[in-house]
C-alpha cells in the first residue's frame, strides 16, 4: 500500500514536471494569443514573390500575437553592418544567403536561444548557432533532351567531363561563392573533399576553366532561365525553382538529381536589435508546418517542416527537393572549410568571373 | 561719327557689364550655396568618408591599396574597364557626330522627331534595355538569325566585349549626341559657304572650318560619355562574359558581398584617379580648339 502510494505520488509529479516543460517549450508555428500586442518587427529579405509569400506565411503569427510586421529589404549584409557598427538596428529577422550566418555569426548575427524556436521538423544539418533554414531548394543539373538523346549526363562528373559530353555548359555566377559547385568541380578533377586544402580550390578552379572559353556564368536566375528556354547551353547548374519555371515555359530540359547541391535562405536575428524574444518567437511561427505550407504553395520553394505537405502542381512537385528520394541525392558543402577560407576562397573565386 | 557713336555704346554696356559683375560676384554665393550644399553632403563627405576608410580598414596604412595593386585581377580588369570606355566613346562619336549634325540641318518637326528618337530610350529603365539586348544578341537571337538567313555564319555576340560594347554604347549615346548638337546649332552653316566659294572642297570644308567648330561638343560629349561608361554595371553584368567584368562589379563583390569596405574604397579611390589623371592628360587637346575657334 504504501509504495503504492509512493507510486502515484511520483507519477503525479513527473505528470506535473512534463505537463510545465511542455508550456514553456515552443512549438512550431504557434504563438500565444495577443503575446505581441503594441510591438513592431521589421522583417527583411530578397523581395518579390518569395518575400510576398514569407509575409503570406506570417499572417496567422501577425494576426494572433498582434504584432505590427514590416517588410522590408532586399537583404544587404553591408546595410546590416552599418546598422550594427552605429548601434542602431532596425532590422529584427533578416533572410541571408548561406554563408553570412556562419561568417559573421556573434558579430553581425546573434547566436539564437533554442529554448525558444521548435527546431524538432527541420531536416538534419541545416541549423547552426546563428541560423535556421528558411526554405529549401537547390542547383541541380539540367541537360538540353534533344542534344544528349540516347546519352544524357548523369551527375556532376558527366557535367565536367567535356569529352564524353561535348557541348556548352553555363555556371551559377551570381556572385556568391558556390561551395559546392567547387567541390564538385574537384571531385571530377580526381581530387577528395575530406581534408579539403586551399590548394584543392586551385584545382577545382582550373577544372572549371577546362570547360573551355565559351563556358557562361550566367548573373541572374532569369538569366539562366533565359538559357534554358532559348537552348543557349547545353547543360547548366540552375536553381531548382528557375529550372522549374523554365519546364513550364517549354524548355526541352531535364534534371540530373545525382548530388543536386543542397542550398537554403537562412533566418537570422541580427545583434542588437531591441526585442530578441519577439524576433525569435517570429522564427519560431515561420519554421511552422502551415507557414511552410503556404510559403511553399505561394514561391514553390520546398518547405523546411518534415511534415509538410504543399498543394501544388505535378511540374512544382517534380522539382520539390524533400522528397525522401531527393534527399537521399543531395549534396551539403563543407560550410565549415568554406567558412574558414571564405576571403581566400571568394578571391579566387572571383579572378575566375573576372576572366583571369 | 558713327564709329564713335558704337565705342560710346561699347563703354556703356562695358560699364553696365562690369558692374553687374560686381553685383555677381557679391550674389554669386548664394545662387550656388544650394547646389554646393548638395555637392558638399551628397559627394563630397562620402568621397572624404570612403577615401578615408580605404586608410583605415582593417588597420592604419597602404595595405589596401597594396592589395589592389599586388593582384593581377584587379590590374586587367582596371585596364580593361579604361579599353571598354574609349572604345565606348569612340562608337557613339561615330554614330552621334552625323546624327547631330542633320539634327542641326533639318526643320523644326524633323529636329523634334529626331530629338524624340533620342530621348525616348531614356526613359525607358536600362535593365529592360539590357534584357531586349540580351535577347537581339544571343546565339539564337534576332540579329543572328538574320545572318543565318542571308548564309552567313553566326558571330558570337552575348558575353563578348563586343557585345558590351554596343549595348553600352546605346545606353549611353544621348549623352554624346545632346552636347554635339548644342554646340552645332551655334556653329554659322554659312561659314560653309564661304569656305566653298573661296575654293575649298566640301571635305576640306568639313576637316578646316566644320570640324574645329564642333570640337568643344565632341570634347564635352567623349568626357560625358566616357566617365559615365568607367562606372557602368549592369549592362557589362548581363552582356558580357567573365572576360567584360569591370571595375564596378569588384568592387561590388568587395563592398556588398564580402564587407571588405576598405578594399572596395581603395579601388574606387584608384579608379577616380586615374580617371583625373587620364583626363589631365587630354585637357591640352582640348584647349587647342578655343584657339582655332576665335573665327566665330
Known amino acids: 500500500m504504501k509504495t503504492k502510494i509512493g507510486q502515484v505520488a511520483a507519477l503525479g509529479l513527473l505528470m506535473i514536471t512534463t505537463a510545465a516543460l511542455a508550456q514553456s517549450k515552443p512549438v512550431a508555428g504557434e504563438v500565444a494569443e495577443g503575446s505581441l500586442k503594441g510591438k513592431t518587427l521589421t522583417f527583411v529579405s530578397y523581395g518579390g514573390i518569395y518575400q510576398d509569400g514569407q ?18 529589404g532586399p537583404t544587404e549584409i553591408s546595410k546590416l553592418k552599418a546598422q550594427v557598427e552605429s548601434g542602431n538596428v532596425t532590422w529584427d529577422v533578416v533572410d541571408t544567403g548561406d554563408f553570412p550566418p556562419y561568417v559573421y555569426c556573434g558579430k553581425l548575427f546573434q547566436k539564437l ?29 539540367m541537360y538540353n533532351t ?59 578552379i582550373e577544372k572549371v576553366k577546362s570547360l573551355g572559353p565559351d563556358t557562361i556564368f550566367w548573373k541572374t536566375g532569369a538569366d539562366s532561365q533565359q538559357l534554358a528556354e ?3 547551353a547545353d547543360m547548366i547548374a ?34 542588437g536589435v531591441k526585442d530578441p524574444d519577439a524576433a525569435h518567437a517570429l522564427i519560431n511561427a515561420y519554421v511552422g508546418k502551415s507557414a511552410q505550407e503556404t510559403l511553399a504553395k505561394t514561391t514553390s520553394y520546398t518547405p523546411i517542416h518534415k511534415d509538410a505537405k504543399p498543394e501544388v502542381d505535378e511540374v512544382t512537385a517534380a522539382f520539390m527537393t524533400n522528397t525522401p528520394d531527393k534527399l537521399k541525392l543531395g549534396y551539403q558543402q563543407n560550410i565549415k572549410f568554406w567558412v574558414e577560407n571564405f576571403e581566400v576562397a571568394n578571391e579566387k573565386w572571383n579572378a575566375l568571373m573576372a576572366g583571369n | 561719327m558713327a564709329t564713335r557713336a558704337i565705342d560710346s555704346r561699347n563703354t556703356v554696356s562695358a560699364v553696365a557689364a562690369d558692374d553687374r559683375r ?49 593582384t593581377p585581377v584587379n590590374l586587367t580588369v582596371l585596364q580593361r574597364t579604361f579599353a571598354i570606355s574609349a572604345w565606348v566613346t569612340l562608337v557613339c562619336l561615330i554614330a552621334g557626330y552625323p546624327y547631330a549634325y542633320v539634327m542641326t540641318a533639318v526643320g523644326p518637326k524633323m529636329r523634334l522627331v529626331l530629338i524624340l528618337c533620342v530621348l525616348v530610350p531614356f526613359w525607358v529603365s ?31 555576340l552575348i558575353r563578348t566585349q563586343t557585345g558590351v560594347v554596343i549595348g553600352m554604347a546605346q545606353v549611353l549615346l544621348p549623352f554624346m549626341i545632346l552636347p554635339l548638337y548644342s554646340v552645332m546649332k551655334t556653329i554659322d552653316l554659312r561659314l560653309m559657304q564661304a569656305a566653298r566659294s573661296l575654293g575649298a572642297s566640301p571635305a576640306r570644308a568639313f576637316a578646316q572650318v566644320y570640324l574645329p567648330l564642333s570640337l568643344p561638343g565632341v570634347y564635352a560629349g567623349a568626357i560625358i560619355v566616357f566617365i559615365l561608361a568607367l562606372g557602368f554595371y549592369i549592362t557589362p553584368a548581363l552582356l558580357g562574359g567573365p572576360r567584360s567584368t569591370m571595375l564596378s562589379t569588384l568592387i561590388q563583390n568587395q563592398v556588398l558581398s564580402l564587407l571588405n569596405w576598405g578594399r572596395g574604397g581603395a579601388m574606387g579611390v584608384v579608379l577616380l584617379i586615374a580617371t583625373f589623371v587620364l583626363l589631365a592628360l587630354a585637357a591640352p587637346l582640348s584647349r587647342q580648339p578655343h584657339k582655332t575657334g576665335s573665327t566665330r
Do not use: H
Not at chain 1, 509575409?55 to 522590408?72: H, M, N, Q, W, Y
Not at chain 1, 527546431?119 to 547552426?128: L, V
Not at chain 1, 519555371?245 to 545583434?271: E, F, H, I, R, S
Not at chain 2, 545662387?31 to 559627394?43: E, G, N, Q, S, T
Open chain 1, 55 to 72: 509575409i503570406a506565411a506570417l499572417k496567422e503569427f501577425v494576426d494572433k500575437s498582434g504584432v505590427t510586421l514590416l517588410s522590408d
Open chain 1, 113 to 141: 536561444d533554442f529554448s525558444k524556436i521548435d527546431t524538432s521538423n527541420i531536416p538534419e544539418g541545416q541549423i547552426s548557432e546563428c541560423s535556421v533554414p528558411a526554405m529549401n531548394y537547390g542547383v541541380v543539373l
Open chain 1, 146 to 204: 534533344e542534344k544528349y538523346k540516347d546519352n544524357p549526363p548523369k551527375s556532376w562528373r558527366d557535367f565536367f567531363d567535356i569529352e564524353k559530353f561535348p557541348g556548352s555548359r553555363a555556371l551559377d555566377g551570381s556572385g556568391d561563392l558556390s561551395g559546392g559547385m567547387i567541390e564538385q568541380a574537384l571531385l571530377a578533377a580526381g581530387g577528395s573533399v575530406e581534408n579539403m586544402t586551399v590548394a584543392d580550390i586551385d584545382k577545382a
Open chain 1, 230 to 232: 532559348s537552348g543557349e
Open chain 1, 238 to 271: 540552375m536553381w531548382t525553382g528557375r529550372a522549374m519555371t523554365a519546364v513550364k515555359n517549354g524548355a526541352k530540359y531535364t534534371p540530373a538529381w545525382q548530388d543536386w547541391l543542397v542550398v537554403m535562405d537562412q533566418m537570422t536575428v541580427p545583434m
Open chain 2, 22 to 70: 560686381r553685383w555677381f560676384r557679391g550674389q554669386a554665393f548664394w545662387l550656388v550655396a544650394p547646389a554646393l550644399l548638395l555637392l558638399v553632403i551628397c559627394l563630397g563627405l562620402p568621397l572624404a568618408i570612403v577615401t578615408l576608410r580605404s586608410f583605415s580598414e582593417p588597420q592604419w596604412g597602404w595595405q589596401n591599396y597594396a592589395w589592389f595593386f599586388g
Open chain 2, 126 to 156: 536600362g535593365v529592360v534595355r539590357t534584357l531586349a539586348w540580351v535577347i537581339l544578341l544571343q546565339d539564337s537571337g534576332v540579329i543572328n538569325s538574320v545572318i543565318r538567313a542571308v548564309g552567313l555564319s553566326p558571330v558570337k
